[in-house]
C-alpha cells in the first residue's frame, strides 16, 4: 500500500472521511499520520470558517425540485419532513431561486445545471476540495515531505528498521523501491524530534563504516533519495541518520542517531 496521497492527507486534515483503504492505511502509517497533524495545523492557522466544524445543511430553494423533476423526468419528491430536517434552525434560505426549467430539457442541457444536492453541501464540498488541494499545496511548499512526486510507487526491493543509537529518540524505517524506469530510491520514515542544533543527515555506509555516501538532508516525516546509478547495496547496505552541525563540513560528524541494515 502506498503512502497516502497529497489530497488524500489533506482531506484527512480536513476532518474529511477517507475511502477504506487510505483509511486503514492512515491507521497504521506514522509518516502519514505525522503528515495529517502537520497539515491540521496549516488548517488551523488559516482558520478558514468554511472548513471548522460542519454546519447544518440548508434546504434547497422552493421550487428547485420541480425544476429538476421537469428537466429529468423524475416523478419521485423528497419527502417534506426530510427537507425540512434539513434546514437551519435559523436564517433566511439563500436568495437564489432558479427560474423553472423549461421541460423536458434535451440531454445535454446548456448552462449550469440546478444542483441536486443542498447548496451548502456542495459548496463545502468544492472548498474541501479546494482547500484539501491548497493545505497539501502549502504543506509541500514548507518542505515537509516528497510525497507529491510518487506517481509511481515501483517495486520495493529492500528495506530495514531505523533503530535508535546512543539513546536518541530517532527511530523509522527505510525502503528502497525500484521504479519502472529502473532508478531506485530509498525512502526514509523518520520519528524523530528536532535537533538541538544542525539538521539530520542520510547516509548508506558499508558494514564496516568506513566507507559511505551521503543522501541528504532528512526531517521527520518521509523524504526520498534517489540513488546513484550501479550503486551496490551489498557493499552499501547500511542506513544511517545522523546529525550534522551547521559547519560547512560534508564529512560524517560521527554522531548517528538511528540506523538500520538493509535486508536486500
Ligand atoms: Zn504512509
Redesign the pocket.
Known amino acids: ?4 496521497t497529497p489530497e488524500d492527507l489533506g482531506l484527512a486534515a480536513l476532518g474529511e472521511p477517507l475511502a477504506d483503504d487510505e483509511a486503514a ?2 491507521a ?6 505525522g ?1 495529517v497533524a502537520r497539515l491540521r495545523r496549516v488548517v488551523d492557522a488559516l482558520a478558514v470558517p468554511e472548513l471548522a466544524a460542519p454546519g447544518p445543511a440548508v434546504a434547497p430553494p422552493p421550487g428547485l425540485w420541480a425544476g429538476i423533476a421537469a428537466a429529468t423526468g423524475v416523478a419521485a419528491a423528497p419527502r417534506a419532513d426530510v427537507v425540512a430536517a434539513s434546514a437551519p434552525a435559523a436564517g433566511p434560505v439563500p436568495d437564489v431561486v432558479p427560474e423553472p426549467l423549461p421541460a423536458p430539457l434535451p440531454a445535454e442541457p446548456a448552462g449550469p445545471m440546478a444542483p441536486v444536492v443542498p447548496l451548502r453541501s456542495r459548496r463545502s464540498r468544492l472548498l474541501l476540495a479546494a482547500a484539501a488541494a491548497l493545505v497539501a499545496g502549502l504543506g509541500i511548499g514548507a518542505g515537509a515531505v516528497a ?1 507529491a512526486t510518487r506517481g509511481d510507487d515501483g517495486v520495493p526491493v529492500a528495506a530495514t528498521v531505523l533503530d535508535p543509537l546512543d539513546g536518541s529518540d530517532a527511530s523509522g524505517r527505510a525502503e528502497v523501491v525500484e521504479r519502472a524506469d529502473g532508478t531506485r530510491v530509498l525512502q526514509v ?1 523518520l520519528s524523530a524530534g528536532a535537533p538541538t542544533e544542525g539538521y539530520y543527515e542520510a547516509w548508506l555506509l558499508d558494514e564496516s563504516v568506513s566507507g559511505l555516501i551521503p543522501l541528504g538532508v532528512v526531517r521527520a516525516g ?1 523524504e526520498e533519495f534517489e540513488l546513484p546509478a550501479g550503486l551496490d547495496l551489498g557493499e552499501y547496505p547500511v542506513v544511517d541518520v545522523s546529525v550534522e552541525p551547521l559547519d560547512g563540513d560534508p564529512a560524517h560528524s560521527g554522531v548517528s542517531v538511528a540506523r538500520g541494515l538493509l535486508d536486500a
Open positions: 500500500m502506498p503512502h497516502c492505511h492512515l497504521d502509517c506514522a509518516a502519514c499520520r503528515e510525497l520514515e518521509t
